[in-house]
Nanobody, 122 residues
């Protein structure tokens, strides 16, 4: 099974950018879809973006469409989330997850990282 570790979070001003990384270990990274989710204090975990095994198909939450880009490098066992034009409402703990297909619901993912904090504030 794939184990995941996120990095790249931090404090950024509104309008700024961050790139989150998700490092995978174990076997089978190229056989799993990858997703990014986020959870703000007092709110439920929500879908952000997903990408299929071959990096051909992607999907995004409406709230991040046009601002965030999900990608992956199967040769390096890495997934990424490029976040541009960040807004205060993007503040949350961001998780990467591995699943069987590029789903938008968290229950479809079977491996999760520990999360990386993103704070958007002036």
């Amino acid at each position: 099974q794939v184990q995941l570790v996120e990095s790249g979070g931090g404090l950024v001003q509104p309008g700024g950018a961050l790139r989150l990384s998700c490092a995978a270990s174990g076997r089978g990274f190229s056989n799993v879809a990858m997703g990014w989710f986020r959870q703000a204090p007092g709110k439920e975990r929500e879908f952000v973006a997903t990408i299929n095994r071959a990096a051909i198909t992607t999907d995004y939450a409406d709230s991040v469409k046009g601002r965030f880009i999900i990608s992956r490098d199967n040769a390096k066992n890495m997934a990424y989330l490029q976040m541009n034009v960040l807004k205060p409402e993007d503040t949350a703990l961001y998780y990467c997850a591995a699943g069987g297909w590029p789903a938008t619901t968290s229950s479809e993912y079977f491996s999760w990282g520990q999360g990386t904090q993103v704070t958007v504030s002036s």
